[in-house]
């Protein structure tokens, strides 16, 4: 088993960053494909982003691009996603997935191609 745990979600003004930090335990991070999901009211959970089990390969929606960038510690065995340039519709719930399995090259798989996940951290974006 699993298990994610996310924290670095608050309240932050348009323009502003965060890091967003997913800790796993009962495996290691660089042997399972992750990424991060968001839900805002309303609306579909979408994948932000993901990268691959090597790490080679990451994947980012067309509107966090140049914005976010996801990244891993091998060794304190965590997930991160830097989010800078924040905007209104970057409020969200932010979530951390993991599999065992790579869904291909374009790291692109929905929720239903991953089989654990995180509770959950806010963000909240302020004008």
């Known amino acids: 088993q699993v298990q994610l745990v996310e924290s670095g979600g608050g309240w932050v003004q348009a323009g502003g960053s965060l890091r967003l930090s997913c800790a796993a335990s009962g495996r290691t991070v660089s042997m399972l494909r992750m990424g991060w999901f968001r839900q805002a009211p309303g609306k579909e959970r979408e994948l932000v982003a993901a990268?691959?089990?090597?790490?080679?390969?990451?994947y980012y929606v067309d509107s966090v691009k140049g914005r976010f960038t996801i990244s891993r510690d091998n060794f304190k065995n965590t997930l991160y996603l830097q989010m800078n340039s924040l905007k209104l519709e970057d409020t969200a719930v932010y979530s951390c997935?993991?599999?065992?399995?790579?869904?291909?090259?374009?790291?692109?798989?929905?929720?239903?191609?991953?089989?654990?996940w995180g509770q959950g951290t806010q963000v909240t974006l302020s004008s």
């Open positions: 997935a993991a599999d065992a399995w790579d869904v291909g090259p374009a790291v692109n798989g929905g929720p239903q191609s991953y089989r654990y």
């Open positions: 990268i691959s089990r090597s790490g080679t390969n990451t």
